[in-house]
């Protein structure tokens, strides 16, 4: 049976998972109407990714939601690296208060109460709609849009919508991503591990931070993601499944070390499942005005807890592209080339991270016995090094590469793809609240009136740094007087000529001849 006349919306994201709910509440906050297709009725009730950085709570945040997440995550405190024998080989103390984001740079959580979260927020939005049950099964170009062919799985009726943009956030199965030719790249990296869910009431009496068993023959992960939830995960073992391991009797060899004061009747186990941790990533994220996000653009190993947090950076930088295509704000000359920026920004910036989960996953448990006697040796020694201590906590991202959206000049390349900072500013607010969420230019001075007025007529918050106050000294660093700041928090364009700097603003957006209504921000 097929359904009745077909609907025309601006955009259809296919899949409903933390990446595309993100990106439809963007979407929303800009006024552009989406349709949201996912196969489940509802939220995937097993947690799978644990972990967020600051620069994702700004997003969080952005969405309106940034309370509600706090109230259900657990900054970590930290990483103590173990040996085989369970000896302490260094400890990494984190302050979750420092951040120049304003929240905690490592938050543990449970991926099913986030999902809620994302999914009850989304419903502030009448301009979305979220269609659980709908099974996408095909995809065709036409008269510049695209028209999604779907399946509603309650009644096997067959729907057809078009949509002037397809967001693919469907997972490492992509439809979409087969759709439009795409091919996974195999970065070289395939292991088999068990991931082990326990909730138990017991004082466990662990310190609060992440543990890494550094063992080539069985390297091990321990957190703590709630007030009593525990995540466990161990490389297998050749031969070796999820199956083995189906019993605490079964388990209890490998988490003794941190269960051992704890009787089995105190433990409820909750999951117990085999994934194969892989580095992938594909070749090409975008055909015509469809695009692919999240896990159906790349696969990161979980070393440094960036899976999820990936794929709501892909629909923070995808999303406000598309909506100022969409409502004219950019300049006619931009407008056709700003919708290529989201994959090389994007593209770069995943490969420099798998590279790096890659990196920190062999250093710890790779090179067998020889990596191994390097480790006892050299990891005690980590933490008296000051500048590499904290790096070691640090959680800031690579910058984004060049490209007509971030302008890196020769003299002034430091802080260009660069997220800003979010510092409270002396009226209380922090600069996102300040900002807003369109374009915002942070300068050290008052604007000459010609400027002054060219950014108002592009609808350019103007945000004077306080005197000696972070955002004065974060200019000064850099040795620039001013810096334009995209909707995404990323640094288009920093100079000590703040007149380049408005100018570069100018010739980006068009000038509104209305005013049009601000776009709601993240309170």
């Known amino acids: 049976m097929t359904g009745g006349q077909i609907r025309q919306v601006p955009v259809v994201i296919v899949g409903a998972g933390p990446t595309g709910i993100t990106a439809a509440t963007l979407l929303a906050q800009y006024g552009v109407d989406s349709l949201i297709l996912e196969r489940w009725p509802e939220v995937y009730p097993q947690p799978r990714a644990v972990h967020l950085d600051d620069e994702i709570c700004r997003v969080i945040a952005r969405l309106g939601i940034a309370d509600e997440f706090a109230a259900i995550s657990r900054p970590t405190l930290g990483l103590r690296l173990l040996d085989r024998q369970f000896n302490v080989l260094a400890e990494f ?63 096997n009726t067959v729907h057809r919508v078009t949509a002037d943009y397809v967001l693919g956030c469907d997972g490492a199965n992509s439809l979409v991503r087969n759709h439009i030719g795409a091919a996974m790249q195999d970065l070289r990296f395939n292991q088999r591990w068990l991931v082990v869910d326990i909730a138990t009431e017991a004082d466990l009496r662990q310190w609060d931070g992440v543990y890494q068993v550094c063992d080539p023959a069985r390297a091990g992960t321990y957190m703590r993601i709630g007030e009593s939830r525990y995540r466990w995960e161990f490389r297998l073992l050749a031969g070796e499944s999820a199956a083995d391991f189906g019993t605490l009797a079964a388990l209890n060899p490998l988490i003794a070390p941190w269960t051992g004061r704890v009787p089995d009747s105190a433990l409820s186990l909750l999951r117990v499942a085999e994934y194969t941790f892989r580095a992938q990533i594909a070749d090409r994220w975008r055909c015509d005005n469809i695009f692919i996000l999240g896990d159906a653009a790349h696969l990161t190993p979980p070393f440094i807890g960036q899976g999820m947090g990936a794929g709501m950076r892909d629909a923070m930088n995808l999303s406000w592209k598309i909506a100022a295509v969409h409502n004219g704000r950019l300049a006619a000359q931009l407008a056709g080339q700003a919708l290529d920026t989201y994959q090389r920004e994007r593209k770069r910036h995943v490969r420099q991270l798998i590279q790096l989960a890659l990196a920190i996953g062999w250093s710890m448990t790779g090179g067998g016995h020889l990596g191994d006697l390097v480790r006892r040796a050299v990891v005690p020694k980590l933490r008296l090094i000051p500048g590499l201590r904290n790096r070691i906590l640090d959680s800031t991202t690579p910058s984004l590469c060049r490209s007509v959206l971030v302008e890196k000049s020769r003299s002034h390349r430091g802080l260009a793809g660069t997220l800003c900072p979010n510092p409270l500013l002396l009226r209380g607010d922090r600069l996102d609240d300040v900002a807003g969420a369109g374009f915002a230019l942070i300068t050290r001075g008052a604007l000459s009136a010609t400027d002054e007025a060219m950014l108002r007529a592009r609808e350019v918050v103007t945000v004077v740094a306080e005197a000696d106050g972070e955002l004065d000294m974060w200019l000064r660093r850099s040795e620039v007087a001013a810096a334009l700041i995209r909707p995404d928090r990323t640094v288009m364009r920093a100079d000590r000529d703040v007149t380049a700097v408005c100018r570069c603003a100018a010739t980006t957006l068009a000038v509104r001849e209305t005013t049009q209504p601000v776009p709601e921000t993240c309170r």
């Not at 449970?110 to 049950?133: A, C, F, S, T, W």
């Not at 170009?141 to 009644?155: A, C, I, W």
């Open 93 to 155: 103390h984190r302050d979750a208060a420092q951040s120049v984001h304003g929240y905690p740079q490592a938050n543990m959580f449970d991926q099913p109460e986030l999902e809620k979260l994302l999914r009850d927020n989304l419903q502030r939005y009448p301009n979305v709609e979220l269609r659980g049950g709908a099974d996408v099964t095909a995809l065709s170009s036409e008269h510049g849009g695209v028209q999604v062919t779907f399946t509603d799985r309650t009644d």
